[in-house]
């Protein structure tokens, strides 16, 4: 029997473009060209998901009953949408950006390849699938980081990044391999309905597997303590590279948490709820309270982004679908978010600001813009209502607090406050760049000018955080059909 790749165009679309984009380069040696060429790509395939979203109707899954590998539903087409409005916007900024590298046709392509891959792993049901989309977004993202090959940062930042990342990846396939050799599939599913068949007493192996799959997927979240590597990696990496990393590898690193969690090993839950309470608590504890020291701002957006990570799995400890819902619903508004605030540091670093907090002094009355909307951005980011943040972490939250009421489970009460007090902690430290840049006077008065498609793109994440804060039920709606479809399997 033929087997339909229909699920696949999309990932395809992406392919054909990244592989285009070296040939292109041949003939148009334009930064610009090539970066027009890459948003044609990522608009089609942008279409094409949000067609089928809208319709209801999706392509048969790849493989048979017994095999399948791949499946496009609406889970895996919003996460595919939150992946290429990230890479849509990284690649406007880029526009400029890398202008004057001659492998300018290679960065772009690797950031399509990065996209295609997360894309992969948003439709896995099978570990194998799962396991060869991380590679593909890892690899990517692994050039992309070390692209500034000149630039001692840049290299130590690639350098840290290949290596950890190549460990996690390991620990995470040998934790694969156990779940293997246990349960005789590799069909996500497959796995849970085998260990939902085995009784109360847990194999030492199937522990052991718990334990690596944390940790391995634990560093592609940069969830605590396996977390060291991210400020070191978004501080050398190129601006808009580091805003992909934290608003579309991290998110990646949430669904394979999600698709192996809560769908793999959902049967055995109670084994593992606490310990994801507990990684929640730390992750976002260490994450803000670290923040509060940075002083230069892409280490502070960095560990915001874990602290953020923190939140965003306690969908993993409450485990309901109300809670999945509230955690996708706070991931797409993180994308604009934390995106949005890495694209005005790149465009304050194309123009030659510093990266220490303190140079933002006075950005007010130079980039009036840029201003207001890292303003709003970081308000955002602390949960400030209307912006998006606000409504997002109010659904993840009080997913946590109506867990509570269930008996055995009085815990998650205390996890949704440990939430709220972090939530007013990194108010602290966002303020704290407001502050400079509205109330302290910089060293000159100079106007700031940054090209156009830096100024886009940034536009871009404050009209989606002020949008979805505003009229959130759109979003609201399909968040909450994602995750039914996710625990259906």
Not at 62 to 76: C, K, N, P, T, Y
Not at 209 to 235: C, Q, R, S, T
Request: glycine content about 8%; aromatic content about 10%.
């Amino acid at each position: 029997m033929a087997i339909d790749y229909s699920a696949l165009y999309p990932v395809m679309v992406m392919v054909v473009f990244a592989a285009a984009l070296p040939a292109i380069h041949a003939v148009a040696k334009s930064s610009r060209v090539l970066a027009g060429v890459s948003l044609v790509g990522i608009f089609v395939t942008m279409a094409l998901e949000l067609m089928y979203i809208v319709s209801g109707e999706y392509p048969a899954a790849i493989g048979g009953a017994s095999v399948e590998l791949l499946r496009l539903d609406v889970f895996a087409a919003l996460f595919a949408l939150v992946f290429l409005a990230v890479a849509f916007y990284v690649v406007l900024a880029s526009a400029r950006y890398v202008e004057k590298d001659r492998h300018q046709a290679e960065y772009f392509s690797l950031i399509l390849l990065a996209t295609a891959g997360m894309m992969v792993v948003a439709m896995a049901v099978d570990l194998i699938t799962l396991f060869a989309g991380l590679e593909v977004a890892s690899i990517s993202s692994f050039a992309l980081t070390a692209f500034r090959k000149k630039d001692k940062r840049g290299a130590e930042a690639g350098a840290k990044y290949y290596v950890i990342g190549g460990l996690s990846s390991a620990i995470a396939l040998y934790g694969i391999s156990l779940l293997y050799g246990i349960t005789g599939t590799t069909n996500i599913a497959g796995i849970n309905t085998v260990l939902a068949g085995m009784g109360s007493e847990l194999d030492i192996a199937l522990l052991l597997a718990i334990g690596l799959l944390i940790a391995g997927f634990g560093f592609k979240v940069a969830l605590v303590p396996f977390h060291m590597w991210a400020p070191d990696v978004y501080e050398g990496a190129p601006d808009p590279i580091a805003g992909l990393l934290a608003a579309g590898s991290k998110k990646m690193g949430m669904v394979l948490l999600f698709k192996v969690f809560l769908v793999g090993l959902i049967a055995i839950k109670a084994d593992w709820q606490l310990l994801a309470g507990v990684l929640a608590v730390l992750t976002m504890t260490v994450g803000n309270v670290i923040a509060v020291q940075q002083t230069n701002i892409k280490r502070m957006l960095a560990y915001s982004s874990v602290g953020q990570a923190g939140y965003m799995i306690i969908a993993l400890a409450v485990a309901t679908p109300y809670a999945v819902e509230g955690s996708i619903f706070h991931i797409i508004t993180h994308a604009f978010m934390k995106g949005g605030a890495f694209m005005i540091v790149a465009a304050l670093a194309y123009v030659a600001l510093g990266e220490n907090i303190a140079n933002y002094k006075g950005l007010a009355k130079r980039a009036p813009f840029l201003a207001i909307s890292m303003t709003l951005l970081l308000f955002a980011l602390a949960g400030i209502p209307p912006l998006s943040g606000f409504v997002s972490k109010f659904v993840l939250f009080s997913a946590a607090i109506d867990a509570s009421q269930i008996a055995d489970q009085n815990w998650m009460f205390w996890l949704a406050i440990a939430a709220i007090l972090n939530s007013a902690l990194s108010l602290y430290y966002y303020v704290r760049v407001i502050k400079y840049m509205y109330v302290d006077e910089g060293s000159t008065k100079d106007r700031i000018k940054v090209p156009w498609s830096m100024t886009a793109a940034v536009a871009i994440c404050v009209i989606a955080t002020i949008v979805i804060g505003v009229w959130p039920d759109p979003v609201i709606d399909v968040c909450e059909q994602a995750a039914r479809a996710l625990f259906a399997g």
